[in-house]
């Protein structure tokens, strides 16, 4: 069964500083990946995703993920944080092109940013 | 363009109630899926519907259904409302079946008293 675990529940870290989030996930095929950011009260932004290709995909606001797949891994990383990062993060793992499969999301990584 | 509207926004409901949730996806999407988010967890799937027809479900019980017009707009229904099914309830619409990365809308906020 599809799984996503992200081992982190809370984060924080100073404004400038580096910061990688980690994420687990379990599929019995080749995955789909994702890494969405929510802010209080508002609805998933897609930061990135990963489809095939490159394991080290580039998204929106200076993320991004690398995938391996021989640790079922697809860390985020961002090289220096800033203030308006402070989100909830959320690892989500979909299906394959042949099926209609959900995508399946984690438990999230809530990041403070501290100044 | 418009993004992903859902409505309302919030509501109150009573226990025993029900309650319609509505999404329109973007303009051209065909595929929409509605999550189910308690406050501090990851959202939850319960529905994915592609080309009006029903194309995925998660593990919600049966008070739970949902269609989409042929506008691809689409509803999402909850019957005889539990205290537990507050939550924000996200809409989620992608071009085609497969998932490219959906654009979520805002949701609507349950809350069951």
């Known amino acids: 069964a599809q799984s996503v675990t992200q081992p982190d529940i809370h984060i924080t870290v100073s404004e400038g500083a580096s910061l990688e989030l980690r994420c687990n996930y379990s599929?019995?095929?080749?995955?789909?990946l994702f890494w969405y950011v929510q802010s209080p009260g508002q609805g998933l932004q897609l930061l990135l995703k990963?489809?095939?290709?490159?394991?080290l995909v580039q998204g929106i606001k200076g993320f991004e993920a690398e995938f391996k797949r021989s640790q079922s891994s697809f860390n985020l990383r961002k090289p220096s944080v800033h203030w308006s990062d402070a989100a909830e993060y959320f690892c989500a793992v979909g299906g394959s092109e042949t099926s209609y499969d959900k995508v399946i999301f984690g438990p999230g990584t809530s990041l403070s940013v501290i100044p | 363009d418009a993004g992903v509207t859902q409505s309302p926004t919030h509501l109150i409901k009573t226990r025993g109630q029900h309650v319609t949730l509505r999404c329109s996806p973007i303009s051209g999407h065909k595929s929409v899926s509605w999550y189910q988010q308690v406050l501090g967890q990851g959202p939850q799937f319960i529905f994915q519907?592609?080309?009006?027809?029903?194309?995925g479900r998660g593990n919600f019980p049966d008070r739970f259904s949902a269609r989409q017009f042929p506008n691809y707009s689409s509803e999402l229904n909850v019957n005889a409302l539990l205290l537990g099914d507050s939550a924000l309830y996200l809409c989620?619409?992608?071009?085609?079946?497969?998932?490219?990365?959906?654009?979520f809308g805002s949701g609507t906020r349950l809350t069951v008293v």
């Open positions: 989620a619409s992608s071009l085609v079946r497969v998932p490219p990365g959906y654009t």
């Open positions: 990963y489809f095939s290709g490159d394991t």
């Open positions: 519907y592609y080309e009006k027809e029903e194309r």
């Open positions: 599929y019995g095929a080749t995955p789909y």
